[in-house]
């Protein structure tokens, strides 16, 4: 089964910046799609960044200019590069990944870390 690691969660200051690692047990080519999730308490999990086999990428309005999404396919992992944080941040943060291009529908999840923003 395909299995992901996240890694890189923490407390971090406004303004401050974090990467979060995301490592899948087979090849990042296998998948049509990848990205980050985040869920604060009482709020729907919502799509922060996402990024395509073919290198396209996207982002929540709230996180673009901020936040970055790449990967290195040799180390079968992606990242989520953060910065200039915001309390509204805080939230926890889960990668996935599909054979799908559709992130929004079915996938693998993992599972999950904690990203705190507050002084």
């Known amino acids: 089964q395909v299995q992901l690691v996240e890694s890189g969660g923490g407390l971090v200051q406004p303004g401050g910046s974090l990467t979060l690692s995301c490592l899948a047990s087979?090849?990042?080519?296998?998948?049509?799609?990848m990205g980050w999730y985040r869920q604060a308490p009482g709020k729907q999990r919502e799509l922060v960044a996402g990024?395509?086999?073919?290198?396209?990428?996207n982002y929540a309005d709230s996180v673009k200019g901020r936040f970055t999404i790449s990967r290195e396919n040799a180390k079968n992992t992606m990242y989520l590069h953060m910065s200039s944080l915001k309390p509204e941040d805080t939230a926890v943060y889960y990668c996935?990944?599909?054979?799908?291009?559709?992130?929004?529908?079915?996938?693998?999840w993992g599972q999950g870390t904690q990203v705190t923003v507050s002084s």
């Open positions: 990024i395509r086999s073919g290198g396209s990428t």
């Open positions: 996935k990944v599909s054979y799908y291009r559709n992130l929004d529908t079915t996938g693998f």
């Open positions: 087979g090849s990042l080519f296998s998948f049509a799609a």
